[in-house]
């Protein structure tokens, strides 16, 4: 578990945050009766919940929210959590890049690649931890020790979230 003390969050900033590390719609988040959100205020809500978490990105949000454990496990269960891929390094980093803030648009620019390829290598991503959203990704990435806490945060540990916690981390 990350070193950082867990800020104080609502049970609606909670749940605020397990819908967008499963990758929900700002209408499926404003459907839904425990966020207590009007559609018009979930981006400013979800804004809201970075600045109080720290965090940047959506991306690098459920990556947080996973190694503080309050997001224990993928939407759908992932073949990644049970038999750890092995990533091409640049995919890796890709991911690496999401948990720690770095959105899809800044990491092309990185790379210097076009966006074309990156979009190759996203859907490449995606498949190899079948998952259906880039923040699930990073969910499936943090529990099969993919990424280390210290890619979240620079101030964590830079070792997996199981290795920290003592136990391994997996789907029911």
């Not at 207590?36 to 400013?44: E, F, H, I, K, M």
């Not at 990073?138 to 529990?143: A, C, I």
Request: hydrophobic share 45%.
């Amino acid at each position: 578990m990350p070193t950082a003390s867990l800020p104080v969050l609502a049970a609606a900033e909670r749940r605020l945050i397990v819908l967008t590390a499963a990758g929900a719609s700002f209408e499926q988040i404003a459907a839904d009766p425990e966020t207590r959100l009007a559609p018009d205020g979930v981006r400013s809500a979800i804004e809201a919940v970075l600045v109080t978490t720290g965090t940047r990105t959506v991306l690098q949000l459920a990556g947080w929210a996973t190694a503080h454990r309050i997001v224990t496990q993928p939407v759908h269960p992932s073949g990644a959590l049970t038999i750890k891929p092995s990533l091409a390094p640049r995919l890796s980093q890709v991911l690496c890049g999401w948990a720690g803030g770095r959105s899809t648009p800044e990491l092309t620019a990185d790379f210097g690649i076009s966006s074309t390829t990156m979009r190759s290598y996203t859907k490449t991503l995606l498949t190899a931890l079948n998952v259906d959203s880039q923040p699930q990704a990073v969910v499936v990435g943090v529990l099969a020790e993919l990424v280390l806490l210290s890619d979240i945060d620079p101030a964590w540990p830079a070792e997996p979230l199981a290795c920290t916690a003592g136990t391994r981390s997996a789907a029911p």
